[in-house]
């Protein structure tokens, strides 16, 4: 088999989408409708809740055979679950305080019922499902002793049989092998309550981009349901085990790549960006990971250079501009401070900073010199709100990276100047390539393009 990068980052790009300015106005438009709104047919939090676990009922039923039973019942279900997450997922954003109150915990409702007598490792040995995951982990004495072990209570996402059948060409190394079981499972409990209101988590592979930090894994609620990384579909919740909880996934996670190679896979959202990160030399050092230990790309869409108007791109994008363009640029770049929706990893520190619930505020350096970003992070269960300098809204969160993670941006970030000794964010208001320039000057001296 051949694990590539290409399959996810194929799904991926289906995430990384803006709209573009009539797809907007159409959607604002769409949104002042009084009546007819799909709210109007969506069942009730509580309905969503008992009915989502009501489909996975068999799930909990602890027994040699209780993965086969999950993913007999997933498949059955596939169809009326994938219905229901689509057509209500920002409504269902609403309801996370009581999903987290269902499932987060011990083992959530289900797991009064049926104590379980096997081992999460024990579980996918004797599946039918999982017989190419077992072989693999057959491979690694030290990974069946953890996962029959009681260090942790785990977190496994089992990819099935089915998942392996686009894994083609010479087996990897053991090496690689490794990596891409350890991304699948976490030493923290995450029954399907919790995962639903998380964002993003803690795996057992040590990211050696990120300084050795637990490499992270997102989940994303879309049209395609419950999803771990944007694109491995999560089909069966639930299966406890002695020392943990599996939860069945329709593709193999693989370990994510470099920041620099997502943005340049997806001409779609980043053509602007990646055109302007190799006309200033700033791709190549964001590739070269030697200079950084983790790092966050606040990577403004194409759209969003779009919003700054054809004279001021055509101003960044000319032989004069360009060493504008990379003081510009530069303020989009943070080094050694991974910022997650829900996580902070900072290379001079030994601990991991959960993002509490509620507000947090951080100022993260920029590679622009003596700049700050001020980013505020509003946290309530699933829903997440992270702000830039007060203005500019990150829509797309967490792409997670070998060497980071991408937060994509509305708008193009424009350093702050100072007025009267205040220093003075840019809020939006229209802007002129002087005004620009203004801002960017004191930056350029000493530029080498």
């Not at 799904?11 to 709104?37: C, H, K, T, Y």
């Not at 017989?131 to 072990?149: C, F, H, Q, R, S």
């Not at 977190?155 to 083609?168: M, N, R």
């Not at 997650?340 to 509620?358: L, R, V």
Request: with cysteine.
């Amino acid at each position: 088999m051949r694990l590539t990068a290409i399959l996810p980052l194929a799904a991926l790009s289906s995430a990384f989408v803006i709209p573009d300015e009539q797809v907007m106005n159409q959607v604002a438009f769409e949104s002042n409708r009084p009546s007819g709104s799909i709210f109007d047919k969506v069942p009730s939090k509580d309905t969503l809740v008992r009915e989502f676990e009501n489909s996975f009922s068999k799930v909990a039923t602890v027994s040699k055979n209780a993965f086969d039973e999950a993913i007999d019942v997933a498949f059955e279900a596939r169809e009326e679950i994938t219905s229901k997450f689509g057509q209500t997922k920002a409504w269902l954003d609403t309801a996370t305080n009581d999903l987290e109150c269902s499932g987060h915990g011990k083992h959530g409702k289900h797991g009064h019922h049926n104590k379980p007598n096997l081992t999460v490792y024990q579980l996918i040995a004797e599946s039918k499902y999982t017989t190419k995951l077992a072989k693999l982990i057959n491979e690694y004495d030290d990974l069946v002793e953890l996962l029959n072990g009681t260090a942790a209570n785990y977190t496994v996402f089992a990819p099935i049989d089915k998942a392996f059948e686009h894994a083609h060409g010479p087996k990897p190394s053991k090496e690689m092998i490794k990596d891409v079981l350890t991304y699948h499972v976490s030493s923290d409990f995450y029954p399907a309550g919790r995962v639903l209101v998380t964002h993003t988590i803690p795996s057992l592979l040590a990211g050696k981009g990120i300084g050795g930090e637990p490499q992270r894994l997102s989940t994303n609620i879309g049209l395609k349901g419950l999803t771990v990384n944007f694109y491995s579909r999560i089909i069966a919740i639930n299966i406890f085990g002695t020392n943990g909880v599996i939860h069945g996934v329709d593709s193999i996670l693989v370990p994510p790549p470099k920041a620099a190679e997502i943005i340049s896979f997806l001409p779609g959202e980043f053509s602007t960006l990646e055109l302007a990160l190799t006309k200033t030399g700033l791709l190549e050092a964001l590739n070269d990971t030697s200079t950084h230990t983790g790092g966050t790309v606040f990577a403004p869409s194409n759209f969003a250079f779009k919003k700054l108007g054809p004279r001021i791109n055509g101003f960044l994008f000319s032989s004069y501009g360009q060493k504008y363009l990379k003081a510009l640029l530069k303020y989009h770049l943070v080094k050694d401070q991974t910022l997650y929706s829900d996580a902070f990893y900072k290379h001079d520190s030994t601990d991991e900073t959960s993002i509490p619930k509620g507000l947090f505020h951080v100022d993260l350096p920029t590679l622009l010199e003596d700049k700050f970003l001020s980013v505020d992070v509003a946290r309530f269960g699933r829903i997440i709100s992270i702000k830039i300098n007060g203005f500019s809204d990150v829509t797309v969160e967490d792409g997670i990276a070998y060497d980071g993670v991408i937060q994509v941006v509305s708008n193009v970030l424009i350093p702050p100047k100072e007025v009267g000794g205040a220093t003075q964010q840019w809020q939006g208001e229209e802007m002129t390539e002087e005004d620009l320039m203004e801002r960017l000057e004191p930056f350029i001296d000493n530029e080498e393009l």
